[in-house]
């Protein structure tokens, strides 16, 4: 069974970088057949998927085009985990941060089988 | 970007009855389509993949319905712990998007 733990501060300052780590026990960051997620909920926005990152002979990365300037999703091999770093917040990017697992290649790993439990995080000086 | 649009956004049932939501895609997104259930202060949890397939662990009383632009979610007899949010996600085009939800409450 895949389990996502996620980390990180849950109070960012306007204009600095919210950083946010998954780590994953039972799958492998670098498995040829998962690819892994953030997703965040706002009030004002709702689910809103931010991007991914997965591994097939190299690392590949999708963005949303509303956040790609200004996100990076990376993973870490020594530690099986993936981290998500959003540069230049503003209070707009407070919402609940989730990092979730896409396991079933039906639709291309585009649905979400597995998710971290959340992270609240706040962007106010 | 394909817009995901739930109906209604709220739904009143009672304990035993069963429940009809929707799902309309702004554009076909095939048989693509995701949906999720979330209860307050936990993550979404996969119902349905596929438009009709149920997720591991996921009882019969869910069943998914629908192609291209219209697509249905189907509780039959509602059990307490069904009470919840439910979202649709379409998985067929970048960037992947979700509904805004339907609430599912006691009557």
Known sequence: ?125 | EIVMTQSPATLSVSPGEGATLSCRASQSVSYNLAWYQQKPGQAPRLLIYGASTRATGIPARFSGSGSGTEFTLTISSLQSEDFAVYYCQQCDNWPLTFGGGTKVEIK
Do not use: M
């Open chain 1, 1 to 125: 069974q895949v389990q996502l733990q996620q980390s990180g501060p849950g109070l960012v300052k306007p204009s600095q970088t919210l950083s946010l780590t998954c780590a994953i026990t039972g799958d492998s960051v670098s498995s040829n057949r998962a690819a892994w997620n953030w997703i965040r909920q706002s009030p004002s926005r709702g689910l809103e998927w931010l991007g991914r990152t997965y591994y097939r002979s190299k690392w590949y990365n999708d963005y949303a085009v509303s956040v790609k300037s200004r996100i990076t999703i990376n993973a870490d091999t020594s530690k099986n985990q993936f981290s998500l770093q959003v540069n230049s917040v503003t209070p707009e990017d407070t919402a609940v941060y989730f990092c979730a697992g896409s396991t079933d290649s039906s639709d291309w790993y585009r649905h979400f089988d597995y998710w971290g439990q959340g992270t609240l995080v706040t962007v106010s000086s």
